[in-house]
């Protein structure tokens, strides 16, 4: 079928403008490289924001679509169906988790999650202990309830009234938890092991494990946001693992389908048996094509060599891009975990991490940004080390031309 063909412009005519794209248009990738109209190509360094877990094109994804394209699309949830049964058993014997949710995005992952906390108290402490405790920064997804959890009053404005019952600590501050927590009134403490869309910032280990400790004391539930640090993306199939901290509730999705839309929400048998038949549900959710490529995503990355390869590739990434913010002074450090990589611009860049990103395209290589002041990297956790070579050499192109 013959198409006419589209521009950027065609973009203002048609979609809502709650997205600005950039000007190129993406129209094929293969491994870790993407290709736009006029056929230029690019290294890809942003992974559909840690989403393209085994690059564009995998070989084995496309396999299990099309295996799964030939059998049975969709089915109600009515009735189960193999693929998401076979999933949830695998999801199951790789992590802490006794039973699976499976929904179509990180939002409707973690609104689950945070509905469940809230069925569970209470079913079993009374209605008064349904507060939440999130922190500042976060971001926990676009629906009016998991923005209103999510730290950041500048995607709850002008949608107000917003759901209640949340409260906002800081960041790898316990005391500021602890006065917040109420064992009468609190039925969940939500975070993210590494805060993503506010700048890359890991949670500090005592941190995380004295949530643990106050969620215990006060019978709370501890629900860990792994939508970005999920399926391999820190070197563990989940952060909770190199933490030594296990969540009572974990939501996941991005990489967990490569970039086919697919969520899940693990949790415990004893609290799952709160979200009872009629409770809650999605229309989408252990969708069969979905969960056959998912199915696969989880056997590859699982695999030791795998995330043991991707601390390698973490290794190369991070000490290139320090490298660069040494030579040309930009950057003051680089952090994160595995191949989700914040480069903090130096003070005099602060607010320039778009005249970054876009300094990239013209040189050939796609980074993201976490807020004004981070570059944040987040590519295949398969990325050719050649590609890594490659695009650190465009990078540097990019900032010497900026810094010019």
């Keep these: ?52 877990s085994l690059g564009h094109a995998h070989p084995g994804l496309v396999g299990a679509l099309q295996e799964q394209a030939e059998k049975i699309w969709h089915l109600s949830n009515v009735m189960t169906n193999e693929p998401a049964l076979r999933l949830a058993k695998t999801l199951c014997d790789h992590t802490f988790a006794e039973r699976v949710f499976f929904a179509n995005s990180g939002a409707e992952a973690n609104e689950a999650a945070f509905k469940l906390a809230r069925r569970y108290s209470w079913e079993h402490y009374g209605p008064e202990k349904h507060e939440i405790i999130s922190f500042k920064n976060a971001f926990h997804g676009r629906t009016l309830f998991t923005v209103s959890v999510g730290g950041q009053h500048k995607y709850v404005e002008g949608f107000e009234p917003a759901p209640g019952g949340i409260h906002h600590a800081d960041f790898n501050d316990l005391d500021s938890v602890k006065a917040l927590i109420s064992k009468e009134q609190t039925c969940a403490v939500v975070v993210e092991p590494i805060q993503g869309e506010s700048g890359v910032l890991p949670a500090d ?30 070197g563990h199939l989940y952060a909770y693992e190199m933490y030594g901290v296990t969540p009572d509730i974990l939501s996941s999705a991005k990489g967990l389908g490569g970039g086919f839309p697919v969520a899940a929400m693990l949790t415990t048998a004893k609290v799952a048996a709160s979200l009872g038949v009629g409770t809650h549900g999605s229309t989408y959710g252990g969708n069969a094509l979905a969960c056959a490529v998912a199915q696969k995503v989880i056997d590859t990355v699982s695999q030791p060599e795998i995330l043991k390869g991707v601390n390698a590739r973490s290794d190369k990434l991070r000490k290139g891009m320090m490298n660069i913010g040494e030579r040309y002074g ?5 952090r994160g975990a595995g191949l989700l990589l914040g480069c903090v611009l130096t003070e005099q860049w602060q607010g320039k991490a778009k005249d970054f990103l876009n300094a990239g395209l013209e040189e050939g290589v796609m980074v993201l940004m976490a807020g004004a002041n981070v570059i944040r990297l987040a590519p295949s956790l398969i990325i050719p080390e050649v590609d890594i070579e490659e695009a650190l050499e465009r990078f540097e192109a990019a900032v010497k031309k900026l810094t010019a």
């Design 330 to 334: 930009v950057f003051s450090e680089v």
């Design 205 to 234: 280990p005592e941190f995380l494990k004295g949530l643990r400790q106050l969620c215990d004391e006060n019978n709370a539930l501890l629900v860990f946001d792994e939508v970005q640090t999920g399926v391999g993306r820190t």
């Design 1 to 52: 079928m013959n198409r006419e063909p589209v521009s950027r412009e065609l973009f203002d005519e048609v979609m809502v403008p709650n997205y600005a794209p950039g000007n190129i248009i993406p129209v094929r990738g293969e491994g870790s490289r993407v290709w736009d109209q006029d056929g230029r190509e690019y290294v890809d360094l942003q992974g559909g924001i840690a989403v393209t």
